[in-house]
């Protein structure tokens, strides 16, 4: 199995930079596709970004794009979340996961969720 365990997350004010991380271990996922989700307080879990771990093709969330960029690093078997520009709006818990479901970037593979690391942005 693949486990996925979150962390870098904090609290910035408005207009900073944090950078969130996702280590992998525990099986194999280079032929995989990887994503950030967050889920704010009363709401639905929303879709950030997700990388192709062989291409490194990217994509993201229009409420994200222009400021977080996603990327990996194949020999620590992690995945980054820059961010910049902090809202907000941004606050949130943010988990990383497998993507693909319904043939989707935007969809998880599985319903199967970590603890995920809390991003709280003051104003």
């Known amino acids: 199995q693949v486990q996925l365990v979150e962390s870098g997350g904090g609290l910035v004010q408005a207009g900073g930079s944090l950078r969130l991380s996702c280590a992998a271990s525990?099986?194999?996922?280079?032929?995989?596709?990887l994503g950030w989700f967050r889920q704010a307080p009363g709401q639905e879990r929303e879709f950030v970004a997700a990388?192709?771990?062989?291409?490194?093709?990217?994509h993201y969330g229009d409420s994200v794009k222009g400021r977080f960029t996603i990327s990996r690093d194949n020999a620590k078997k992690t995945m980054y979340l820059q961010m910049s520009s902090l809202e907000p709006e941004d606050t949130a818990m943010y988990y990383c996961?497998?993507?693909?479901?319904?043939?989707?970037?935007?969809?998880?593979?599985?319903?199967?969720w970590g603890q995920g690391t809390q991003v709280t942005v003051s104003s």
């Open positions: 990388i192709s771990w062989i291409g490194g093709s990217t």
């Open positions: 996961a497998q993507v693909g479901g319904g043939g989707s970037y935007t969809k998880p593979l599985f319903d199967s």
């Open positions: 525990g099986g194999t996922f280079a032929s995989s596709v």
